[in-house]
């Protein structure tokens, strides 16, 4: 598989076209970024662990009968895979209170359960500061039909259950996640984009020590931030 040219260059990956029209090659940078891509740093060796992480949790969900965009890695931070006609919405997933969950509804204590998993819409926009949709915006605005934002919810649930069950294997909580999907050429949807550090908190279930994107919100430095990713690459690659 050969890299054609640049189609894209986004905040942490960089989008390759190839020679087959239906692939295209996501390579991972060692950019880190927050607030809307406001707070920005380098993290030497993050493309290579979101890259890993990523290939190894979408090979988990294929292996699950779970649709998704992943064929293979090209190299330590490249990874090949289908081009999808991506749905312009962040679905969040949460199992815990996090975040701007907790933030917009104080009565829920922060690291609380939810008596169910909760799926959310928000429009992919960082000029607009990705605002919260409810399915009748998300259909107003032509982002997706009735009947697909049903199934895309039900995905996601799908993709919740079998994280969820990955990550306490080895002692982590999946507190919530960000997904992007995208349809297929039949139409089909597919999970694409990432699923790393940087689109979920995970926290270990025994200390409670945060594991993801969190440490560098909060204010981390570089090579704390380079610890903890090092260390969730060990959990969940190495293990
Ligand atoms: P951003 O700056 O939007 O966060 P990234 O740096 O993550 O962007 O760049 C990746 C881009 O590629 C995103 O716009 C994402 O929606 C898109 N993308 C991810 N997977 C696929 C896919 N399978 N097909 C087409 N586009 C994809
Ligand atoms: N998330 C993401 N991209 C975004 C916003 C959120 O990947 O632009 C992820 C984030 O890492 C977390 C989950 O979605 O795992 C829920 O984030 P939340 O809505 O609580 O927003 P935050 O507190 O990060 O602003």
Redesign the pocket.
């Known amino acids: 598989v050969c890299f054609q040219r640049k189609i894209?260059e986004?905040?942490?990956?960089i989008?390759f076209s190839t020679k087959d029209p239906n692939l295209?090659i996501?390579k991972f940078k060692d950019d880190i970024t927050a607030l809307d891509g406001k707070k920005r740093d380098v993290i030497p060796g993050k493309g290579r662990i979101n890259a890993s992480v990523s290939s190894k949790l979408f090979t988990e969900l294929e292996r699950r009968g779970i649709l998704t965009?992943f064929v293979k890695m090209v190299n330590s931070t490249s990874m090949l895979?289908?081009?999808?006609d991506?749905i312009k919405i962040e679905i969040v997933c949460r199992n815990y209170v996090a975040g701007q969950f907790a933030r917009r509804f104080p009565m829920f204590k922060e690291g609380a359960k939810l008596s169910r998993p909760l799926v959310e819409f928000y429009l992919k926009s960082d000029e607009l500061g990705d605002p919260l949709l409810t399915e009748d915006h998300a259909i107003l605005l032509g982002l997706t039909s009735r009947g697909e934002a049903l199934r895309a919810k039900a995905l996601t649930l799908r993709v919740n259950e079998a994280l969820t069950t990955f990550m306490a294997e080895r002692n982590l909580k999946l507190v919530d996640f960000k997904l992007?999907l995208?349809r297929d050429g039949s139409g089909k949807l597919r999970v694409?984009?990432?699923l790393d550090a940087d689109c979920m908190r995970l926290w270990d279930s025994e200390t409670g020590n945060v594991l993801d994107k969190d440490v560098y919100r909060k204010g981390a430095s570089v090579a704390e931030v380079q610890k903890i990713y090092g260390e969730l690459y060990r959990r969940v690659v190495g293990g």
């Open positions: 894209w986004g905040k942490t990956k989008v295209i996501l965009h895979v289908r081009k999808l991506m992007e995208g694409g984009d990432e």
